[in-house]
């Protein structure tokens, strides 16, 4: 009997593990490697599975011996693990590549540096009030592999990091959406600002004149990355700068959009989603639902019933009229800025945390217009200190969630608004931005 050809799975995190279970599907030898501590019930899920796996260690000689390597979003093509693989020529790839093979569902995927995670959720909801069959997956929710392996939907609405895009080869999405590309992670990218662009542009590799290319014709760097690039897909840009067709744009205050035959308008005070970020996450949905022809007072409702999302400019609670808003999710410095443009009011905004060589000077202006204080939170504030000292009189230093809804209580007025919107990673004090945000909220209700 032919022995079963192994695939190797480095990360034994939500996409890991869904992958690990889809490649045993498929009839694959799987071997689950982790640096780190698997959590709990990943693990449980492995040994109920029957998958081998290992954690806080890579053993080269496994690895080595796969057809193939399934490797986390989080970890870097510079770990030494990856650079072994790639000196015996064996293919690294992504999840969503994976699983991309074994399902023929019409694809969504969206990227962009920030609004990822509401846009997807929002193109989601819109689509399953439609009553469409439709999966939610990529960086939120269950694995997408794993969906692939148990479940049949006709759709999937992916939400796509540049780190699953850099592994990605002949995956293509039927629809592809690129809301914006501002300077993130570039730690990753060896600082250089244009690899990451190219980076953004493959989510629209392999697509057909029959695909979609959505994107922002406002976004300066969107714009620029396109020149010398050729498109295969029919494009379908949304402004609110400028009225565009096909495509979406702002006309007093309704947003039009117009694709080929098809034609919707909705005032932007309806939107559940406020703020001039939120105009263009909510185009960007909106062409995906003309695209795949739905009807309009569909739309129309699930674009006014959306709950946003946790951890994104969400509302935790207003104590003595102070009110305090969740924004953990904002963890580079071009989020920050869109949460502190959506603000009405005076803000105490909490920073801080694992710096990613943020250039903080784009958030000054709005820093000296809104700001009353910052409350630093994470182990080295010395950039924010440096950056703003001459912009607000005061700036705290803490280093729990419990210290800094305190700190941030005591120093904010009635009517002012406590933003936990860090610009930065969480690694430095918790566990991801999720645990950063819970924390919060719990320190709120404490108050």
Known sequence: MESKKLIAILGAGESGVGAAYLAQQQGYDVFVSDFGAIADNYKQELQDWNIRFEENQHSEEDILKAVEVIKSPGIPDKAPIIKKIKEKNIPVISEIEFAGRYTDAKIVGITGSNGKTTTTSLTYHILKNAGLNVGLAGNIGKSFAYQVATE????YVLELSS??????FSFKTDIAVLLNITPDHLDRYD?????????????????????YFIYCADDPETVKGMEGRSFAAQQLPFSIEKKIEPGAYLEKDNIVINTHQQHFQMSITELALQGKHNIY??????????????????????MGSFKSIEHR??????????SFVNDSKATNVNSTWYAL???????????????????YSMLK?????KVKAIVCLGKDNKRIHDAFEDVVELIVNTYSAQEAAQVSYHLASKGDTVLLSPAC?????????EDRGRQFKQAVREL
């Open 152 to 155: 049949k939907f006709d759709i």
């Open 163 to 168: 780190f699953m895009l850099d592994d990605m």
């Open 191 to 211: 600082y250089k600002f244009e690899n990451y662009v190219a980076s953004k542009f493959r989510i629209t590799q392999n697509q057909t004149e029959n695909d």
């Open 281 to 302: 996450n909510s185009m960007a949905s909106g062409i995906v639902a003309k695209v795949l022809e739905l009807r309009n007072p569909l739309i129309r409702e699930s």
């Open 313 to 322: 400019l969400e509302s935790v609670a207003v104590i003595s009229g102070i």
């Open 341 to 359: 443009e959506s603000m009405t009011s005076d803000v105490i905004l909490i920073l801080g945390g694992v710096d990613k060589g943020n250039d």
């Open 365 to 369: 202006e709005l820093v000296r217009q």
């Open 425 to 433: 990673a969480s690694f430095d004090l918790f566990k991801n931005y």
